[in-house]
């Protein structure tokens, strides 16, 4: 039985991202998925020419609040979390004003009071990130009351969101 690591051309490879973690790929082979987005954010990058993709899963905006944690997992936070996604990216020769950005989260999930509104705070810091480096995003599913899930192909680039409540995926974006 051949390691899961392996990749076999033809076979796709599903490489399932954690709350708090992300993943950068550039094998075609590979499809990065995260699961459950609620307050969280996901924030999905790809580069078309490099063929280049990755995918963090943060959980709160704002690494100030625990900075021994954010060394240890950046991806936990926004602030750390998306300068360490481009980064690996980078290293496998992704190039900044290629690449294609999609955001996804940022609900309002178990806070029917809005006192927390993690999910809002979370995109906010993710907006005022992209705003300091000249980043846009392409594509974006935020804010609401339900959970997503999204999957990014690494061969296309195409990202599809399914959404809790709904029977079928969706296409958010397609290259």
Do not use: W
Not at 85 to 112: C, P, S, T, W
Not at 144 to 172: C, D, F, I, P
């Amino acid at each position: 039985m051949p390691s899961p690591s392996l990749s076999i051309a033809g076979f796709q490879q599903k490489v399932v991202v954690g709350i708090a973690d992300m993943a950068v790929s550039n094998n075609a082979n590979a499809m990065l998925t995260t699961y459950s987005l609620g307050s969280c954010v996901g924030i999905a990058i790809y580069d078309p020419v490099a063929r280049v993709g990755g995918l963090l899963h943060a959980m709160l905006p704002d690494s100030t609040i625990d900075l021994e944690k954010a060394g240890r997992k950046p991806a936990m936070f926004v602030d750390t979390g998306i300068p360490a996604l481009f980064r690996a990216a980078y290293e496998l020769r992704a190039e900044k004003h290629r690449v294609h950005i999609y955001v996804v989260g940022g609900a309002q999930i178990m806070d029917n009071s809005g006192f927390f509104n993690i999910g809002k705070r979370n995109y906010d810091a993710v907006t005022a990130i992209f705003q300091r480096h000249g980043l846009r995003s392409v594509a974006e599913e935020v804010g609401g009351l339900v959970n997503r899930t999204m999957y990014l192909n690494l061969a296309t680039g195409q990202l599809n969101l399914k959404v809790s409540g709904q029977a079928e995926e969706v296409v958010l974006c397609k290259r």
